[in-house]
Nanobody
Framework: QVQLVESGGGLVQAGGSLRLSCAAS????????LAWFRQAPGKEREFVAA????????YYADSLKGRFTISRDNAKKTVYLQMNSLKPEDTAVYYC????????????????WGQGTQVTVSS
């Protein structure tokens, strides 16, 4: 089992920045992929970004490239999502997820999920 706990959400004005954290505990993350998804009210959960725990390779939703950056700290078993130039349409609950292997943009790929952290961007 892997436990994931997100933090860092909050209220920010448009154009501002936030950094989300996802602390992992439990089984080893070797070979795993850690990802961020988000879900806005009335919308489906969507892929934001992913990172390979072993290699550090990163993957992004095309629409978010250049504004969002995913990174990891292996020693702290923590994944981060740096979000810059935030827009009101970025308002959502942001979820951290982990898969036992390869990455993907579909929720079904991921085996473990955090509870989510709310990000609200005001105009």
């Amino acid at each position: 089992q892997v436990q994931l706990v997100e933090s860092g959400g909050g209220l920010v004005q448009a154009g501002g920045s936030l950094r989300l954290s996802c602390a992992a505990s439990g089984r080893t993350l070797t070979g795993a992929t850690l990802a961020w998804f988000r879900q806005a009210p009335g919308k489906e959960r969507e892929f934001v970004a992913a990172i390979s725990w072993n290699t550090g390779n990163t993957y992004y939703a095309d629409s978010l490239k250049g504004r969002f950056t995913i990174s990891r700290d292996n020693a702290k078993k923590t994944v981060y999502l740096q979000m810059n130039s935030l827009k009101p349409e970025d308002t959502a609950v942001y979820y951290c997820a982990a898969s036992r292997g390869d990455w993907g943009t579909e929720s079904a790929v991921y085996n473990y999920w955090g509870q989510g952290t709310q990000v609200t961007v005001s105009s």
